[in-house]
Structures are given as C-alpha cells and as structure tokens.
C-alpha cells in the first residue's frame, strides 16, 4: 500500500499499512512515526514488570506490542511499552484483526510507559510526560505509570473526574497502584528492574 506523502493517513489505511519491513509505527495526527529501538533498560523493566502482573492477573491481560487507539487531531494510535486489559477488554480483543484496542472498545486498566534514557530533548520527554497524559486521559484509562529511569522516579498518575492526580515515587518509597492494591514493589526495584543495585 502506498500514501501519499503529502497527505495524513486515516486509521483504516494505518491497519492496511505493510512497508515489508518489521519497523513499528506509531500514527500521530494521521502522520506515520517510526518508532526507534528501545535501550535495553526498557525492556527489563517492562519484562519485569510483566512478571510482576503475573500474580495478579492472567498472562493473556498482560501485554507488550499491542496498539490502542486515541484521542487527537487526526488519527492516532500509541503503542505502550506495557499494557494490563481489563476483564471486558480481554473479551473484545480477539475479534480485531491485529492486536489493538479500537476506540469503540474498552479501555485498558493500566498502561506503562517507560521515559528512554536517550529521549534528552524536550519533544521527545513531552511525548510520555504531556501528550500521552492527555490522551490516556481522553481513553478513560483509570490509570497510566510514566517510569523514568533518568530521573529515577515512578509516577502513578490515577484518573479522577477525566483528568490525572500525579504521585511520585522515589528510592525505596513503595509503588502505590489503585488498580493493584496488593502490589508490594519500591521504586527502585522497578527502576532497576528487579535486579539488586551494586554497592559502591
């Protein structure tokens, strides 16, 4: 399928999309981004955290790759580095021909974004921080984690009233989730993905 360069891509074109290769994309405003190879970090932390959900949710909830689709301009669809569907959801997903929560489908009980340790410059950090905040809000996701190596904080933003309460979380301060009441987890057992820091 080709797009015209000079023209925004609609959501069913997106799904039709195949450029041959195995590149991911995001849809932002109807225009195709690429996504960039996640540091390994990332991906430990968001394995680990799989492993994590594990005690409280089946493994068929849990889920990395899967899109969803939300709220913008034009077209738009973010793929979270992890994502824990609610009970309806399980229910709705297999009916897509991919594996993408529509927006006519319920909303996720949880996403994560993990902050990349190379994203320095201020669009690409207000891309987790401001944009998908918004957007995630918009879906009705009752809650969204930004975790932020760099920083080293875990921020548990919880919807009330459509719009996100914000709680930071540090060092060995416990990780407190609505969603999963039980979760007995530090900050930095999640910013280190579960492996034990090196004394210095």
Partial sequence: MTIAKNRLMTL????DYDDGTDTAYELVDGILVEMTAEVDINILIASFLFS??????????IRRGTEIVVAGRYANTRIPDLMVLAEEGVAALPSNKRSMVMFDMPAPALVVEVVSSSDTNKASRGRDYTRKKIEYAQRGIPEYWIIDPAQSVVLVLTLTDEIYQETKFAGDEAVRSPQFPALNLSASQILNAGMAQSKE
């Fill in 52 to 61: 994590i959900f594990l005690k409280f949710v089946p493994y068929y909830y």
């Fill in 12 to 15: 069913e074109e997106y799904l």
